[in-house]
C-alpha cells in the first residue's frame, strides 16, 4: 500500500530540507578554513610553550576536512561562519603579527588563546576588529607591549582576560567603556599608576581581579558602584590610605582581597553590611586598632585571614561556627584564646603565632577541632602543658607548632598510628621527660623540632625510621651519651639539617651517620621553599644558628644543608668521611674536645659557607685544600693547638686573626707573624704520616742536605761554645734556653691541664 501522492511530495520536502540543513551546518565557509590553516602553519607546537595543560588542538586542523569539526572551532549552525576559536593549552609558539589570518574571521564571537607562548608578541590593534567578541582570552600567553586603544571598540565584550603576561601595559581609562563586562581579569601583570574612577562604570560586573600589579595610589570609592560584584580581588598591589567606606554598598560580595597592599587605620564598621561575605583576606597591610567584634559575627564567614598588621586588643568570642580558616598571626594580641574558637568543629587551620601577649592555657577543648589541618600557637606566651589529645585527636593534622611558649609538663606520650603529622615544633619551651617513642608513628614527619627545652634522655635511634624526615633539631636540652651510629638500613638518609648542639653527647663523633646522610651529599638543583605538601599555603620555619648569629628562617629553602654538633663532649678525631657531604652549607664542630690533624677531605665540601672547628684540641697544620672553598663566608678555626702557615688565596685573605686567635703555632699575615724557614712551607698534615723518606723531606731535599746542615751546625755549637765559655758570661746563652725551655712546659701543662678536666668529668 502506498502513500498518498500529497504525503509523498511533503516527505520528499522534507527530506530535502533536513539534508540541506545538515549540510550547511557540517561545512564551514572556504575562506574561514583557509584563514584558519594559515594561522596553523604560522606557529609551531611545542610541548613547553603551554605550563597548566597540554592540548595541541590545532593538530587535527586538515586540509579537506571541514573546519567546523576541528579541535578547538565553533561554528555558525547556519552560515558555517567560525564563531568561537578555543585554543588554551594549545602549545603554540611563535609570533601573533598584526597582519595574521586569525583576523579575517570577523564573525569571532569569543577567542581564547590563553596558555600558550606568543613570544613577546604586542596584542594587535586589529583585535578591535571582533566587533561581536563577547569573550576575549590571552591569559598566561606571553603578550607585551601597550594594550591598544581599539580594545575599547569591543562593545558587546562581556569577559576579558589579560592576566599574567608580565610585560604588558595598560591605559585603565580605557576599560571604564566596556560597560557589558561581567568578568575582568588583569591580574599578574606590571600594570601600574591609579586606578580612574571610570571603572565604577563597569556595573554589570560580577569580578574584578585587579591582583599582583602595581597600581598605587588610593582604593577608588567608585567602585562601590560595582553592586553586582561578587569577587574583588586587589591583593598585592601598592594601593594606600583607608579602605573607603563605599564598600560597604557591595551587599553580594563573597570574596574581598585586599592583602598585601599599604592600607591604613581602623577596619570600618561599614563592612558590616557583607554578610554574604565567606572570604576576607586583609593580611599584610598596616591595619590597626582592635579587630572589629562585628568580624567574628558574619554569618557566611568561612575564612578570616589578618596576619601581619598592627592590630591590638583581645580576640573577640565568634558568633557562628561557619569558619574553616583563621589565621590572626603576626599582629599584636593580647589576652586568652577565646574558648568559642574551639567550638568550631569545622575548623582546618587555627594560625595565632607570633602576638607574644597570648595567654593562659591551652584548653582541652582544641580535642573538639577534630578537621584540624594546621593548628600554628607558637611564639606567644602560652603556659600550662600541653593537651594530651594533641597527638591523636586528628587524623589531618598535617601542622603542629607550639613553639616559643612557656609550655610545661611532657611530650604528650601517644601518637596515633593513623596520623598524618608532617610538622612537629616544640622548640623553646619548658617541657621535661624523655621523648616518647610514639613518635616513630608519625611516618609522615619531614620537620621535628625539640630544641632549646629540658628534655633528659639518650639519643633517640628509633628515629632513625624516620625516612622522611628532613630537619631534626634537638639542640640545647639535656640529652647524654654516646651517639653511636646508625642502628637501621638508610637511617636519617633524607635528612638536611641536623642539630644536636649544646647537649652532653659524648664519645666519637658518630661517623657511621655520616655515610648514611644521602641528602647532604648531593643538594636540591631547584630552589622551593619547605612546606606541607597537602597544605600549599603553610611554610615551615625553623630557629638556628646561621653563621654565628642566632636566627629565626621563617621560610626555608630546600636547598638548606646544615650539620651541628658544637658544644658536646665529644672525642676523637674527625674522620675524613665527613667530606663525603659535599652539599653541606654549614658545619659546626666547635666546643668539642677533638683531637688529631683537621682533615684535608673537607676541601671536598665545595659548597661550604660556614666552618666552626673552633675551641677543641687540633693540631697539625691547616690543609691547603681549604683552600678551594671559595663559598666560605665564615670560618673559626680559634683555640686549638694548630701550627704551621695559614693558607693564602682569595678566600683565606679575608678572614682576620680572630679566625685564628689561640693558636701559638700558626703563622702568616692573618695573624701578623711572620712564617720562617721550614714553617713558611705549606704541607698538607696527612704528609707527615706515610713514613717515606722522599715524603718526609720533600722533593729537592735529601740526606745529603741533612749531612751539610749538621756539619754547620756542630761548627756553629763549637764556636758559640768556645766564645761563651771563653768570656766566662754564659748566663746570658742559659737565660735563652731556659726561657724556651718554660715556655714549651706552659703550652704543655695547658693543653694537659685541659684534657685531665674532660677526663675527671668523664669518670
Known amino acids: 500500500?502506498?502513500?498518498?501522492?500529497?504525503?509523498?511530495?511533503?516527505?520528499?520536502?522534507?527530506?530535502?530540507?533536513?539534508?540541506?540543513?545538515?549540510?550547511s551546518s557540517h561545512f564551514c565557509a572556504p575562506d574561514q578554513s583557509l584563514s584558519l590553516l594559515q594561522f596553523k602553519e604560522s606557529f609551531s607546537i611545542n610541548s613547553s610553550a603551554s605550563g597548566r595543560c597540554h592540548h595541541p588542538k590545532t593538530e587535527s586542523w586538515k586540509e579537506g576536512t571541514d573546519c567546523c569539526s576541528w579541535d578547538g572551532i565553533t561554528c555558525d549552525m547556519k552560515t558555517g561562519h567560525v564563531t568561537g576559536l578555543d585554543l588554551a593549552c594549545s602549545m603554540l609558539y611563535g609570533t601573533l603579527h598584526s597582519n595574521s589570518t586569525l583576523f579575517s574571521l570577523h564573525h569571532l564571537q569569543k577567542l581564547d588563546l590563553s596558555d600558550n607562548h606568543f613570544n613577546f608578541s604586542h596584542i594587535s590593534s586589529r583585535f578591535g576588529h571582533f566587533s561581536n567578541l563577547t569573550l576575549l582570552n590571552l591569559n598566561f600567553s606571553v603578550f607585551a607591549g601597550q594594550v591598544p586603544s581599539e580594545i575599547t571598540h569591543l562593545s558587546k565584550l562581556v569577559s576579558l582576560d589579560l592576566s599574567e603576561n608580565d610585560f604588558m601595559s595598560l591605559e585603565p581609562s580605557l576599560l571604564g567603556n566596556l560597560t557589558q563586562l561581567t568578568f575582568l581579569d588583569l591580574s599578574s601583570n606590571n600594570f601600574n599608576?591609579?586606578?580612574?574612577?571610570?571603572?565604577?562604570?563597569?556595573?554589570?560586573?560580577?569580578?574584578?581581579?585587579l591582583s599582583r600589579n602595581n597600581f598605587s595610589g588610593q582604593i577608588p570609592s567608585s567602585l562601590g558602584n560595582l553592586v553586582?560584584?561578587?569577587?574583588?580581588?586587589?591583593?598585592?598591589?601598592?594601593?594606600?590610605?583607608?579602605v573607603p567606606n563605599s564598600l560597604g554598598s557591595l551587599i553580594n560580595l563573597s570574596d574581598l582581597d585586599l592583602s598585601n597592599n599599604q592600607l591604613v587605620g581602623?577596619?570600618?564598621?561599614?563592612?558590616?553590611?557583607?554578610?554574604?561575605?565567606?572570604?576576607?583576606?586583609?593580611?599584610?597591610?598596616?591595619f590597626n586598632g582592635t579587630i572589629p567584634s562585628f568580624l567574628f559575627a558574619l554569618p557566611s564567614l568561612q575564612s578570616l585571614d589578618l596576619h601581619n598588621n598592627n592590630f591590638i586588643g583581645n580576640i573577640s568570642e565568634l558568633q557562628h561556627d561557619s569558619l574553616r580558616f583563621l589565621d590572626l598571626s603576626n599582629n599584636h594580641l593580647r589576652g586568652p584564646i577565646p574558648s568559642s574558637i574551639f567550638e568550631q568543629e569545622n575548623l582546618t587551620a587555627l594560625i595565632l603565632a607570633s602576638n607574644s601577649k597570648l595567654t593562659g592555657e591551652i584548653s582541652f577543648s582544641i580535642c573538639k577541632l577534630r578537621s584540624l589541618v594546621v593548628l600554628d600557637l607558637s611564639n606567644n606566651s602560652l603556659s600550662g602543658s600541653i593537651p594530651l589529645c594533641l597527638g591523636n585527636f586528628s587524623s589531618m593534622l598535617l601542622v603542629l607548632h607550639l613553639g616559643m611558649n612557656n609550655l610545661q609538663g611532657t611530650i604528650p606520650l601517644t601518637f596515633s598510628k593513623d596520623n598524618s603529622l608532617e610538622y612537629l615544633n616544640l622548640n623553646g619551651n619548658e617541657l621535661e621527660g624523655k621523648i616518647p617513642p610514639s613518635i616513630i608513628n608519625c611516618t609522615m614527619?619531614?620537620?621535628?623540632?625539640?630544641?632549646?627545652?629540658?628534655?633528659?634522655?639518650?639519643?633517640?635511634?628509633?628515629?632513625?625510621?624516620?625516612?622522611?624526615?628532613?630537619?631534626?633539631?634537638l639542640k640545647s636540652n639535656k640529652l647524654q651519651g654516646f651517639v653511636k651510629g646508625p642502628t637501621a638500613y638508610n637511617s636519617f638518609s633524607k635528612l638536611q639539617i641536623l642539630d644536636i648542639s649544646d647537649n652532653?653527647?659524648?664519645?666519637p663523633l658518630p661517623t657511621g651517620y655520616f655515610n648514611s646522610l644521602e641528602a647532604m651529599m648531593a643538594s636540591d638543583q631547584i630552589m622551593i621553599y619547605m612546606g606541607t605538601k597537602n597544605y600549599s599555603s603553610y611554610v615551615y620555619s625553623i630557629e638556628m644558628i646561621w653563621k654565628g648569629v642566632e636566627i629565626e628562617f621563617t621560610k626555608i629553602q630546600s636547598t638548606i644543608r646544615v650539620l651541628d654538633l658544637s658544644n658536646n663532649n665529644f672525642t676523637g678525631e674527625i674522620s675524613k668521611v665527613i667530606g663525603k657531604l659535599k652539599a653541606l652549607q654549614q658545619l659546626n664542630l666547635s666546643h668539642n674536645y677533638l683531637t688529631g690533624h683537621i682533615q684535608s677531605s673537607l676541601g671536598n665540601l665545595t659548597n661550604l659557607e660556614s666552618l666552626d672547628l673552633s675551641s677543641n684540641l687540633l693540631t697539625g697544620r691547616?690543609?691547603?685544600?681549604?683552600?678551594?672553598?671559595?663559598?666560605l663566608a665564615i670560618l673559626n678555626l680559634s683555640h686549638n693547638q694548630l701550627?704551621?702557615?695559614?693558607?693564602?688565596?682569595?678566600?683565606?685573605?679575608?678572614?682576620?686573626?680572630?679566625?685564628?686567635?689561640g693558636n701559638l703555632g700558626l703563622c702568616g699575615s692573618q695573624v701578623l707573624k711572620k712564617c720562617y724557614g721550614d714553617e713558611a712551607r705549606s704541607l698538607p698534615p696527612s704528609s707527615f704520616d706515610e713514613g717515606d723518606d722522599s715524603t718526609l723531606f720533600g722533593e729537592g731535599f735529601g740526606w745529603k742536605a741533612v749531612t751539610v746542615g749538621y756539619g754547620c751546625g756542630f761548627v756553629f755549637g763549637v764556636a758559640t761554645g768556645y766564645v761563651v765559655f771563653r768570656t766566662k758570661k754564659p748566663s746570658w746563652f742559659l737565660r735563652m734556653v731556659e726561657d724556651k725551655w718554660n715556655l714549651q712546659s706552659r703550652k704543655t701543662k695547658k693543653n694537659v691541664g685541659r684534657y685531665g678536666a674532660y677526663l675527671e668529668e668523664t669518670k
Request: proline residues 5%; glycine residues 8%.
Open 1 to 23: 500500500m502506498g502513500f498518498p501522492p500529497i504525503s509523498s511530495l511533503s516527505f520528499i520536502l522534507f527530506l530535502f530540507h533536513f539534508h540541506s540543513t545538515i549540510s
Open 193 to 209: 599608576g591609579q586606578i580612574l574612577s571610570s571603572l565604577g562604570n563597569l556595573t554589570q560586573l560580577t569580578s574584578l581581579d
Open 643 to 661: 701550627e704551621g702557615p695559614i693558607p693564602s688565596g682569595e678566600q683565606f685573605n679575608t678572614f682576620d686573626a680572630s679566625s685564628f686567635e
Open 504 to 507: 652532653n653527647f659524648s664519645g
Open 445 to 473: 614527619l619531614e620537620v621535628l623540632d625539640l630544641g632549646n627545652n629540658k628534655i633528659e634522655d639518650a639519643f633517640p635511634y628509633f628515629l632513625e625510621t624516620l625516612s622522611k624526615l628532613q630537619i631534626f633539631v
Open 266 to 286: 581602623p577596619i570600618h564598621s561599614q563592612l558590616n553590611t557583607l554578610s554574604n561575605l565567606k572570604y576576607l583576606f586583609l593580611y599584610g597591610n598596616l
Open 228 to 242: 553586582q560584584l561578587r569577587y574583588l580581588d586587589l591583593f598585592s598591589n601598592k594601593f594606600m590610605g583607608q
Open 622 to 631: 691547616i690543609p691547603t685544600q681549604l683552600e678551594g672553598l671559595t663559598f
